[in-house]
């Protein structure tokens, strides 16, 4: 089955400074890839995805990169902010597993003012 | 327009006790997926169920057991509960189950304890 390993698992960074966060993922025929943002206590919020057929895809501070040679993907923000605080997960799926997503283990940002 | 309901929001039994949490999808879905995630880890597929049927099942013993109703609510029952059952488990819905990138909407999760 699909494994999504994701680093790191904690980051830390100074309000306005730039966040990466990388997953890579094993099964070759996975082609959809959403984040989830998770604040304490909340649900998991679909903040953006990218198929398997588009790079890169932008919406506003984030983007989000893939390179489905190297199987790997990775979430950008940008200008980040407090309330950009919370566990971010990827996953990965694939039409042969119906699209159900393998998540990765989280990674928690902490933005400091 | 309502998202992903679940109820309870908060759940505590013992050891060897049942319990059956249930779920609401957002409307215009009619696929219901549930995940346990435990502490400081990502949601783990339990089952997802389409037309009344479970699709596809995860790493899960058979004491974990679901229902569609008709009007694609769901509910999860866990028997024989574990110490190891204590977790937040989130539905998620979406529409058509198998559907090339359609996102999974979750719910706010019931958090389950197990003394």
């Known amino acids: 089955g699909e494994n999504v390993e994701q680093h790191p698992s904690t980051l830390s960074v100074q309000e306005g400074d730039s966040a990466v966060i990388k997953c890579t993922y094993s099964d070759s025929a996975s082609n959809y890839f959403p984040w989830y943002k998770q604040e304490l206590g909340k649900r998991p919020q679909l903040i953006i995805d990218?198929?398997?057929?588009?790079g890169e895809k932008k919406d506003q501070r984030i983007a989000v990169t893939l390179n489905k040679t190297a199987k790997h993907f990775s979430l950008h923000i940008t200008e980040t902010q407090p309330e950009d605080s919370a566990v971010y997960f990827c996953?990965?799926?694939?039409?042969?597993?119906?699209?159900?997503?393998?998540f990765g283990r989280g990674t928690s940002l902490i933005v400091h003012p | 327009d309502a998202g992903v309901t679940q109820s309870p929001t908060h759940l505590i039994k013992t050891r060897g006790q049942q319990v059956t949490l249930r779920c609401s999808p957002k409307s215009g879905h009619d696929t219901v997926s549930w995940y346990q995630q435990a502490l400081g880890q990502g949601p783990q597929f339990i089952f997802q169920?389409?037309?009344?049927?479970?699709?596809q099942r995860g790493n899960f013993p058979d004491r974990f057991s679901g229902h569609q109703f008709p009007n694609y609510s769901s509910e999860l029952n866990v028997n024989a509960l574990l110490l190891g059952d204590s977790a937040l488990y989130l539905c998620?819905?979406?529409?058509?189950?198998?559907?090339?990138?359609?996102?999974?909407?979750f719910g706010d999760g019931t958090r389950l304890s197990i003394l």
């Open positions: 996953a990965a799926s694939s039409s042969g597993g119906s699209y159900i997503p393998t």
């Open positions: 998620a819905s979406s529409r058509g189950q198998g559907i090339s990138g359609q996102p999974q909407h």
């Open positions: 169920y389409y037309e009344e049927e479970e699709r």
């Open positions: 990218i198929r398997s057929n588009v």
